[in-house]
Nanobody, 122 residues
Framework: QVQLVNSGGGSVQAGGSLRLTCAAS????????VGWFRQAPGKEREFVAA????????HYTDSVKARFTISRDNAKNTVYLQMNSLKPEDTAMYYC???????????????WGQGTQVTVSS
């Protein structure tokens, strides 16, 4: 069993940066792909970024490419999402997730964090 705890959200002005953290428990975490997703009010949860178990393959949704970076430290059971050049449209609740396969969609992620709010003002 894997448990994920999100942190690092907050309020920033457009152009600012935040780093989200996802702390995991469970000995199998290092074998799992990880992803970040977000959900804005009134919208469906959407894919943001994903990273393979060993960190050698990553995917990003087009709207965050060159601005966001997903990374992980398996020795610390932690996943990060560095978000730079934030825009008001990035405002959402952000969730980390883990699953056996590297995927760009919601399907296949078995474990989810509780979410952390990111608010970007113009």
């Amino acid at each position: 069993q894997v448990q994920l705890v999100n942190s690092g959200g907050g309020s920033v002005q457009a152009g600012g940066s935040l780093r989200l953290t996802c702390a995991a428990s469970g000995r199998t975490f290092g074998w799992l792909a990880v992803g970040w997703f977000r959900q804005a009010p009134g919208k469906e949860r959407e894919f943001v970024a994903a990273l393979s178990a060993n960190g050698d393959s990553s995917h990003y949704t087009d709207s965050v490419k060159a601005r966001f970076t997903i990374s992980r430290d398996n020795a610390k059971n932690t996943v990060y999402l560095q978000m730079n050049s934030l825009k008001p449209e990035d405002t959402a609740m952000y969730y980390c997730a883990a699953g056996p396969y590297l995927r760009d969609g919601l399907t296949g992620y078995n474990y989810w964090g509780q979410g952390t709010q990111v608010t970007v003002s113009s």
